[in-house]
């Protein structure tokens, strides 16, 4: 069964830390990962992950994956309250229509 | 910046009732889904849409589940006879076509089963 599996689950700290997100994947014809960010609702989209070991950044936040150990991680530098939110890791398929698989996310609380 | 647009954002529906929820996409998006989150748990996908039919859905898209695209803008997702685990946030999404992976989600429509 396809798996996408984050840690921590939640993880708190205070303005000014970086941060280090983990996700690992077991997807069968796997193609991509994405990364999301829910703050209240909505999941808005990061990152789409498809190559090994190239960097994707934006602002203080940057991804990486890693295909042969079928994880990627996502850094945010220099953390701000604003950044507190779900940080959700998705996989998807090769060949499929774009339907995702969800981790469980990370609930990242940033404290001033 | 566009956005998918969904209502209610929030609906409250006896077991056994039909509901329908509503979703507006981005106007020059080609693909369509509909994704749940049970309170506490995971995002999880139902459904996806393109060129007016299903083109995926999951084993939680049993037959109480149906969706359409009546007018080429909205796009529903019908249950026809809720059940209290059906009690969650759905989540409308759209993308662009081919290649943009990058999903727009909607605000959602919690949905209470009682």
């Known amino acids: 069964e396809d798996k996408v599996v984050q840690s921590p689950l939640s993880l708190v700290v205070h303005e000014g830390d970086t941060v280090t997100l983990n996700c690992s994947y077991e997807?069968?014809?796997?193609?991509?990962l994405l990364w999301y960010k829910q703050e209240k609702k909505a999941p808005t989209f990061l990152f789409m992950l498809?190559?090994?070991?190239i960097e994707k950044k934006s602002g203080r936040l940057s991804s990486i994956l890693d295909k042969k150990e079928l994880f990627s991680i996502l850094n945010i530098t220099a953390t701000q309250t604003g950044d507190s939110a779900v940080y959700l890791c998705?996989?998807?398929?090769?060949?499929?229509?774009?339907?995702?698989?969800f981790g469980k996310g990370t609930k990242l609380s940033v404290k001033p | 910046e566009p956005e998918v647009t969904q209502t209610p954002s929030h609906q409250v529906t006896q077991m056994g009732q039909e509901v329908i929820l509503r979703c507006v996409p981005i106007?020059?998006?080609?693909?369509f889904y509909w994704y749940r989150q049970i309170l506490g748990q995971k995002v999880e996908f139902l459904v996806s849409?393109?060129?007016?039919?299903?083109?995926?859905k999951s084993e939680i898209f049993d037959d109480q589940f149906s969706v359409e695209r009546p007018d080429g803008s909205n796009f529903t997702l019908k249950i026809r006879s809720t059940k209290l685990e059906d009690s969650a946030m759905y989540f409308c999404?759209?993308?662009?076509?081919?290649?943009?992976?990058?999903?727009?989600f909607g605000s959602g429509t919690r949905l209470t089963v009682v």
């Open positions: 999404a759209s993308r662009e076509g081919r290649g943009h992976y990058g999903y727009t």
């Open positions: 997807v069968t014809n796997f193609r991509s």
């Open positions: 498809t190559s090994s070991g």
């Open positions: 998705a996989a998807l398929h090769r060949g499929s229509q774009g339907n995702l698989i």
């Open positions: 106007s020059n998006h080609l693909y």
């Open positions: 849409f393109y060129n007016n039919e299903i083109s995926e």
